[in-house]
């Protein structure tokens, strides 16, 4: 049972969890909610088992191709074997209803609707017959969705959706888009050789990372040109935009190479997410 918890631990990529938890949370925060319950509540819902049920439906239903694929196994994602698909399910299922279901009975009529939307596009990427991940730049846009959509259901709690908030969210969601699409780009061999459409498959890992860099540029730009302190993020952000400088040039036949950047992403991620906490104690203490 310990080995089976523990699997279903790294299914989750808990290297991830900040990603979509720190979104919500400060989004809930930011726009007047307080540590009450349910943001503690709704946190390690985003934290968790909103990880379990987006990337164990996708390994689930990217079986075919994950145990095929060279960078699978580790905080990557891990290659799960056929017979722990059952228990992958069952602990989706556990973790996800009831938190869902605390979540909706305290929200409003929008909230719920936003909080339903979210949901529905984690299992959409992956699902057979939706398949949104194999749909080029839907793929994108819907992965971009899974990290945005935490931080669109903390605002649509507390009617966060101002003209000031606008700017962010813009700028989150072109930052996801950026991130998928190059985080494409290094399987666009052992995607095409399974029959796998995707944003780096149909436009080629050149013109795709291409593409993300000028997404990453201007997102960061959209911050740059937002009140102080909050420039500092922008300039942080061209951290991302530096990291696949080296990759401008890359070929289909040399697309692999995108696995070493991609790896220094995860990371960065914690970076950047340090400078985001600096700048919001700045607004607040200021």
Known sequence: MFSTALKL???????SWLN????????YLVSGGSMDALFVLSTLYFLGPYNLLMYGVNDVFDYESDIRNPRKGGIEGMKSQKELHPAI????????????????????????????????FVIAYSIK????KERPLLDSMTSSMHFVGPLLFALSLNDGFTNEAWPYIISFFIWGIASHAFGAVQDVIPDRQGNI??????FGARTTTWFSFILYILAAGIIVLQ????????????????NIWQCLNITDKSSAKANVPWRRF????????FVITIELLL????
């Open 266 to 273: 995860i990371w960065i991620n914690f970076f950047v997410g």
């Open 283 to 286: 607004k607040i203490f200021s």
């Open 20 to 27: 979509t938890a720190y979104p919500f949370a400060a989004g």
């Open 227 to 242: 009140p102080w302190p909050t420039p500092i993020v922008g300039i942080a952000g061209l951290v991302y935009a530096a």
């Open 9 to 15: 631990l790294y299914v989750s990529r808990p290297v």
């Open 129 to 132: 017959y939706l398949r949104f």
């Open 197 to 202: 459409a995707s944003v780096a498959t149909y």
């Open 89 to 120: 399910i069952k602990a989706v299922l556990v973790t996800n209803i009831p938190f869902l279901l605390i979540m909706l009975i305290n929200g409003t009529t929008f909230s719920n609707v936003v909080l339903a939307i979210v949901v529905f």
